[in-house]
């Protein structure tokens, strides 16, 4: 620890004040504060472009933080040149020879960094980061031969969190298309005779039924806001529906003890969880974790109700497709604030094959369902890892062996192989 320097972010750093025209930038290397994800998971696709002449530039390497509301904690390291909003903070390493520059977009990566930018905003409703005090925040300097270690160390548990992501983005996309071409196109049926139906033509021995012929919805338990704990059993809300996953964020606890009484309400690997109100109606996400959490008001879950068949790997595509959610909202009541009843859900049309097919097409992506929980399930035991270590490393409060050991444990954990036939 002798060897590491207090210093501040103005101290070896700045913010870049390059400018690039609009002919420059496009929509996959725009950044606006849309486009930057909470909770430090980078960036998505922008889904359009200013209108000004100039908008700030960014480089390989920089470090883009969202200054508007910094609580969502929206950051991404730079690795392509391009246009960004004013609203977000282009932050240079301006000493490339004593700092690493992903050493220190790790080091504003903490939850430490952005309490600190919250202190300093400015504005109630939409808080700003003040741009002179994030400028003075302390951080501690290693020798760069420890902060390349450091940075190693962190690296290989975000290559694996990005690895699981495009593992599920591919499985995402095969089982989408096989569902186009089995219950859209009936490519394997089309040498079958035909019908007319109120869903369009389909083979003459499919039916138009509807989604309760395959899957009922359950209704979470309406707890009172005193019943909520700093901790123990968590409580899924609506606000955690993040399609195409349940997010563990700011989860509500309750008692344990209410387990024995509120046991059909108790949420298990893999179920499909459906918003029932407000903004996040039709919204669908699995529940990846292995833990035990209840099901909360406002949440349906919805569940197979076919004998021995297990119906939700393939309800979770069909409430994957474009058009699921407006089908909700027809059926929904209430204008400002709509609201979706189980039975109402349930009645939504589907087309059905015969069981036998429905059968063989659920063993085909039954397993692609069970590696995307997985992955999803490792990525947050990974994130977990991540930001336990981070803190730590970075104050030099854990050995880089120790922290080593951590994540082989974390990143061995094996993971079934997909072994579907396609």
């Not at 005193?226 to 993040?242: F, L, M």
């Not at 977990?384 to 080593?404: C, M, W």
């Amino acid at each position: 620890m002798s060897e590491w320097k207090k210093v501040l972010l103005k101290d070896i750093s700045s913010y870049s004040k390059d400018r690039v025209k609009l002919n420059q930038i496009n929509l996959s290397n725009y950044i606006s504060t849309e486009n930057m994800k909470p909770n430090r998971e980078g960036v998505s696709t922008a889904t359009s472009l200013p209108t000004a002449k100039t908008v700030s530039g960014y480089s390989p390497d920089d470090i883009l933080i969202s200054n508007i509301r910094p609580y969502f904690k929206k950051i991404w390291f730079a690795d392509k040149e391009g246009g960004c909003s004013n609203d977000v903070l282009v932050i240079r390493n301006k000493q490339q020879d004593q700092v690493d520059s992903k050493y220190l977009y790790y080091s504003l990566f903490t939850d430490h960094f952005f309490d600190y930018v919250m202190t300093g905003a400015k504005g109630a409703k939409m808080p700003r980061g003040d741009k002179e005090e994030i400028m003075k925040y302390p951080l501690s300097l290693p020798p760069v031969s420890l902060q390349k270690k450091i940075v190693s160390i962190l690296t290989s548990l975000d290559k694996k969190i990005s690895l699981n992501h495009k593992i599920n983005n591919t499985l995402e996309s095969i089982v989408m298309n096989l569902y186009k071409s089995w219950f859209v196109d009936f490519i394997p049926f089309k040498d079958n005779a035909f019908k007319t139906t109120d869903l369009g033509e389909i083979p003459v021995d499919w039916e138009v039924g509807r989604l309760g012929d395959l899957v009922s919805v359950q209704n979470g338990y309406a707890f009172k806001s005193s019943q909520w704990e700093k901790e123990g059993t968590p409580v899924i809300r609506i606000k955690n529906i993040d399609p195409p996953i349940i997010s563990q964020n700011e989860v509500a606890y309750v008692e344990n003890n209410l387990k024995e009484n509120l046991s059909r309400f108790i949420l298990n690997q893999g179920d499909l969880l459906i918003g029932m109100t407000g903004a996040e109606i039709g919204k669908c996400g699995v529940f990846y974790r292995n833990n035990e959490a209840f099901l909360n008001q406002r949440v349906g879950r919805i569940k197979s109700n076919v004998k021995d068949i297990n119906t939700i790997p393939l309800v979770y595509i069909f409430t994957g497709l474009p058009d699921f959610k407006q089908k909700v909202l027809d059926r929904a009541t209430g204008s400002a604030q709509p609201n979706i009843s189980s039975a109402s859900i349930e009645d939504i049309p589907i087309i059905l094959p015969p069981k036998w097919i429905l059968n063989d097409f659920i063993n085909k992506i039954k397993n692609h369902y069970k590696i995307l929980i997985l992955n999803h399930n490792q990525n947050y035991n990974l994130e977990l890892t991540r930001n336990y270590l981070l803190p730590q490393l970075i104050l030099g409060e854990i050995e880089v062996s120790e922290a080593i050991k951590k994540v082989r444990e974390v990143i061995t954990n094996e993971q079934p192989e997909p072994s579907v036939r396609i």
